[in-house]
C-alpha cells in the first residue's frame, strides 16, 4: 500500500492535493448527482414510483437556457449551434442572464413536468406498474423528441461566468464549482424550508405519508402532487442549467448517464428523505471521482478509469441487498 | 333541383377552363421580362476590346453539359449522423451531397443521374451491420462511401466485402484491410501511422521525456495509442500511464488529477469526442503539460470553440495539408460555404476527394457494376483534391500522407506551425 501511495506522490510530494484535489471534483459532480435525485425522491415520496421522465426534465432545462440565450442575444445562431462562446458581460448582466436561464429552466421543466403528471400518470394512479412503464416511455419520447426538434449532436454551451482559478493546499478548482456547491445549498434550504415549515410542504408530507388520509383532512390530493410535479423538475431544470455551466455543453442524450446515477444516490440516501437524497448525491460523487483515481493505481492497470460507473453500480446492488431503506432512511415494512 | 345544381357547376367549372386556357403560360411572361430589361440596356459600341471579351467568353465558358438523364446510379454514403460524432460528419455528408450534384451539373454518369442517400449508423456498429445487409440487398446501391469510425466499419467490411459491394471507408484502423477484403478500399492513412506520427512530433518539438495516455477503446484509437507507445519506446520517451476512457464521459476530472499526480511532461490523447472536455479540464486542473491529440482536425472549428485559449499550443497531425498554401482547396471552402452556409471542417475535403474517387472509379468502370468498379477501384490513380490516391496490392493507401500542427495563438492550423511527417524516417520538415 505505501508504494501506492508513494505513485501518487506529486512534484512537491504532496499527497493531500492528490486526495483534495479529487475530493472538490467529487463535489460538485455530487452536487449534480443530489440535486437531480431530489427529483426522483420528491415524486416517489408522494406516488411511490419512479419517475423516469425526470432525467429528460433535467437535460431539457440545460436545453431551453440555450433557447433563451439566444433569444436574448447573448449568441448568436451562427456560433449557438455548436460553439462555447466566451461572453463578456458586466457583474450585473451576468447575475441576470444566469437568473434568467435558470428561471426559464426551472419554469419549462416544472411545468412539462406538471403537464406529464396530468396527461400520462394521473389516468394511470393506482397501477403503479402501468405507471412505471409509462414514465419509461415518457423518458424514451422526450429524448427522442430532444434530438428530433432540439439537435442531434453536442451543443456549446456559453461561458457565462469567466473562469478563475483558486488554489487550496496545491489543489485547483475554478468559480463555477464554487458557485455550484452555493446553489445547491441555497436549493437545498430552500426545499427544506418549503417542505418543513410551509402548508403546501405539511401537504406533501401527508400525502406522503397517507393519501387517503389526508384527503379526509381536506388535502387537495391533486394540487398537491402536481406541486411535487412543478418543484421537483424545476430543480432538474436548474440542475441542467449548472450541469452544462460546468461542462460547457448540452446534449440530448445527457440524462440518460446522469439520470442513472442520480437515481443511484436517491437509493443510497434513502428515497422519500430530501437532506439523505442530497447525502447520497455527494458520496456518490465523491466515492466514484476518488474511487476511479485510485482504480488504475489499485488494480495495478487491470481496471482503468473506463470502469467509473463500477462505484454507483456496485453501491446500489449492495445498498438494496443489505440496507434498501438507504442510509439515512427508515425501514418500512407491512406490520 | 339536383340537376340545377349539377348543370350550374358543370358551367362554372367549363368557364374556368377556358379562362385558364386564354391566360398565357407563365414562361412567356419571364421572356417578355427578358426582352423589356435587353431594350433597356444602353448600346455598347463595338471596338477590338469588346470582340475580345465577347470571343473569350464564348471560349472559356465551357458549353453546359446536358442534364443526366435515366435511371440514377445509386451511390450511397454511411456516416455518424446521430449521436456524439454527429457534427463534422454532418458537413461530411453534405461535402459528398455537393459532390454528387456537381457531378449531375456537369453531365452525370454515363448521361445517368448520380443519387445519393446519407445514411446513419448512429456509430453504433449493430446498426451499421444491418445497414451494411440492407445496402448490399438493394441492387440500385453500386457503391458505398463510409462510413467514417473503425469501431462501425470493422463489422460493416465484411458484409460488403461478401456481397461484393465496393466499399470506400473513411475509417483508420488497420483492421479495415488486413483480413485482405476484395471490396474495400481503404484511401486513408493508418492508425498506427497517426499515433507515431505524434510521438515524432511531441519529441521533436516539445522535447518531451514522459507521457501519458488517454484513450478510446475502439478499433481505431487502440491502434493510434498503440502506434503512439511503441514510438515513445523507440524515441526513449517514458509513459507514465495508459488510461482508457469512454466517449459517453464528461468529467475527466478524476483521471486527470490522477494523471497530474504522475507530473509525465505531455499528455496525448487517442480520443475523437472528449478531446476538447479532456483539454479544457486539464486546464482547468492547472495542468501545463504539453499536448498532443489526434483527430483533432476532424472538428477542428468544434475543438477550438468548446477549448478557447486551452487550445493554443496542442499538437495534432491529419491529411489535410495548410489550406492558405493551396488554392484549390480554399476555392472548395468558398464553393460548400456558398452551398450550405457554413465553413467546411477540415475533414470534409477529404471526405469530398475520397467519394469524388469512388463516382470516377464508376465512371473508369464503363458501366455501374459492383464487379467492374472494384476491378477499376484497383486500378486507381485518382489526383484528388488533397492528395493522390493510389492504392497498394493490399487496398491500403500507396503514400499517406501526414501533416502535424500545432494549434496557433489565433486558433488556427496555419502553414507557420505545420511540419510534413516523413513516414519512413519520422523526420518532421516544414511545410
Not at chain 1, 266 to 287: C, H, P, Q, R, S
Not at chain 2, 341 to 370: C, W
Request: with cysteine; charged share 20%; hydrophobic share 45%.
Amino acid at each position: 500500500m505505501t508504494s501506492l501511495w508513494l505513485e501518487l506522490q506529486n512534484e512537491e510530494g504532496n499527497t493531500m492535493t492528490y486526495l483534495i484535489q479529487q475530493f472538490m471534483n467529487g463535489i460538485s459532480i455530487g452536487c449534480i448527482y443530489g440535486l437531480i435525485a431530489l427529483g426522483y425522491t420528491m415524486v416517489f415520496g408522494v406516488l411511490r414510483m419512479v419517475n423516469f421522465s425526470h432525467s429528460e426534465l433535467f437535460m431539457l432545462g440545460g436545453m431551453v437556457a440555450v433557447f433563451l440565450l439566444l433569444g436574448a442575444g447573448i449568441i448568436d445562431v451562427a456560433t449557438m449551434r455548436t460553439t462555447t462562446v466566451a461572453v463578456s458581460l458586466s457583474g450585473l448582466q451576468m447575475a441576470m442572464v444566469i437568473m434568467m436561464s435558470f428561471a426559464g429552466a426551472a419554469a419549462f421543466s416544472g411545468i412539462l413536468g406538471v403537464i406529464i403528471e396530468r396527461m400520462t400518470l394521473r389516468p394511470l394512479r393506482g397501477k403503479p406498474m402501468i405507471a412505471l412503464v409509462n414514465s419509461l416511455g415518457t423518458q424514451i419520447f422526450l429524448r427522442n423528441f430532444a434530438m428530433l426538434f432540439l439537435g442531434r449532436d453536442m451543443r456549446g454551451f456559453p461561458r457565462i461566468m469567466p473562469t478563475l482559478y483558486f488554489k487550496i493546499m496545491g489543489a485547483t478548482f475554478t468559480n463555477i464549482q464554487v458557485f455550484i456547491i452555493i446553489v445547491t445549498v441555497l436549493l437545498l434550504t430552500g426545499l427544506l424550508y418549503l417542505v418543513n415549515r410551509t402548508y403546501l410542504g405539511r401537504c406533501i408530507r401527508a400525502v406522503a405519508e397517507d393519501r387517503d388520509v389526508a384527503s379526509l383532512m381536506g388535502v387537495d390530493i391533486n394540487r398537491t402532487i402536481a406541486s411535487v410535479f412543478l418543484i421537483g423538475p424545476a430543480i432538474g431544470g436548474i440542475t441542467g442549467v449548472l450541469c452544462s455551466m460546468y461542462f460547457e455543453q448540452v446534449y440530448y442524450a445527457t440524462g440518460a448517464m446522469f439520470g442513472i446515477k442520480a437515481w443511484v444516490a436517491a437509493v443510497m440516501g434513502g428515497i422519500g428523505d430530501i437532506a439523505g437524497t442530497m447525502m447520497g448525491g455527494l458520496t456518490l460523487g465523491i466515492l466514484e471521482t476518488v474511487g476511479a483515481g485510485f482504480l488504475p493505481i489499485v488494480s495495478r492497470g487491470l481496471l482503468g478509469f473506463e470502469y467509473k460507473d463500477i462505484f454507483a453500480f456496485s453501491l446500489m446492488i449492495l445498498m438494496l441487498i443489505f440496507r434498501p431503506q438507504g442510509i439515512f432512511g427508515e425501514p418500512t415494512g407491512t406490520k | 333541383m339536383k340537376g340545377k345544381f349539377l348543370s350550374v357547376t358543370l358551367v362554372v367549372v367549363a368557364l374556368s377552363l377556358v379562362v385558364a386556357a386564354c391566360a398565357p403560360p407563365t414562361p412567356e411572361k419571364v421572356e417578355v421580362t427578358k426582352i423589356v430589361e435587353v431594350t433597356k440596356e444602353v448600346p455598347v459600341e463595338i471596338t477590338k476590346e469588346v470582340v475580345k471579351e465577347v470571343v473569350k467568353e464564348v471560349v472559356v465558358t465551357p458549353t453546359p453539359a446536358p442534364a443526366p438523364t435515366g435511371k440514377p446510379i445509386r451511390v450511397d454514403v454511411v456516416l455518424p449522423l446521430t449521436g456524439v460524432y454527429t457534427y463534422a460528419f454532418d458537413l461530411a455528408c453534405k461535402g459528398c451531397l455537393m459532390g454528387a450534384e456537381e457531378t449531375n451539373t456537369a453531365g452525370g454518369i454515363f448521361g445517368r443521374p448520380v443519387y445519393t442517400i446519407c445514411r446513419d449508423d448512429g456509430a453504433d456498429p449493430k446498426l451499421g451491420v444491418t445497414l451494411a445487409h440492407a445496402l448490399c440487398d438493394d441492387p440500385e446501391v453500386v457503391g458505398v462511401y463510409g462510413t467514417s469510425l473503425s469501431l462501425t466499419e470493422v463489422p460493416m467490411a465484411p458484409v460488403f466485402d461478401e456481397c461484393g459491394m465496393p466499399n470506400v471507408p473513411h475509417a483508420f484502423s488497420t483492421l479495415v484491410t488486413e483480413p485482405g477484403y476484395k471490396a474495400i478500399f481503404q484511401p486513408t492513412v493508418n492508425s498506427p501511422g497517426v499515433g507515431r506520427a505524434h510521438a515524432d512530433a511531441l519529441y521533436k518539438l516539445r522535447d518531451v521525456k514522459s507521457v501519458a495516455v488517454l484513450h478510446e477503446e475502439d478499433p481505431c484509437n487502440e491502434q493510434y495509442k498503440d502506434g503512439f507507445v511503441e514510438r515513445c519506446e523507440e524515441l526513449g520517451i517514458k509513459i507514465t500511464s495508459v488510461n482508457p476512457v469512454t466517449k459517453d464521459t464528461v468529467d475527466f476530472k478524476p483521471i486527470l488529477t490522477k494523471i497530474g499526480a504522475e507530473n509525465p511532461e505531455a499528455i496525448f490523447t487517442a480520443c475523437f469526442v472528449p478531446t476538447a472536455l479532456i483539454v479544457k479540464q486539464m486546464r482547468e486542473l492547472g495542468l501545463k503539460q504539453a499536448y498532443a491529440g489526434t483527430e483533432i482536425p476532424e472538428n477542428f472549428y468544434e475543438f477550438t470553440k468548446t477549448c478557447g485559449e486551452a487550445a493554443v499550443g496542442a499538437i495534432t497531425g491529419g491529411e489535410i495539408p495548410p489550406i492558405e498554401k493551396h488554392p484549390e482547396l480554399q476555392e472548395f471552402s468558398k464553393r460548400f460555404e456558398a452551398r450550405w452556409g457554413v465553413k467546411p471542417e477540415p475533414t470534409v475535403f477529404v471526405h469530398y476527394q475520397n467519394y469524388m474517387m469512388l463516382l470516377d472509379a464508376i465512371k473508369r468502370a464503363g458501366s455501374p457494376d459492383r464487379k467492374a468498379i472494384i476491378k477499376a477501384l484497383e486500378e486507381t490513380d485518382y489526383d484528388g483534391l488533397v492528395f493522390r490516391v493510389r492504392f497498394n496490392p493490399d487496398h491500403t493507401l500507396e503514400n499517406p500522407i501526414m501533416t502535424m500542427y500545432e494549434v496557433t495563438p489565433d486558433l488556427e492550423l496555419s502553414a507557420d506551425k505545420a511540419w510534413r511527417w516523413e513516414k519512413a524516417t519520422g523526420e518532421l520538415k516544414p511545410e
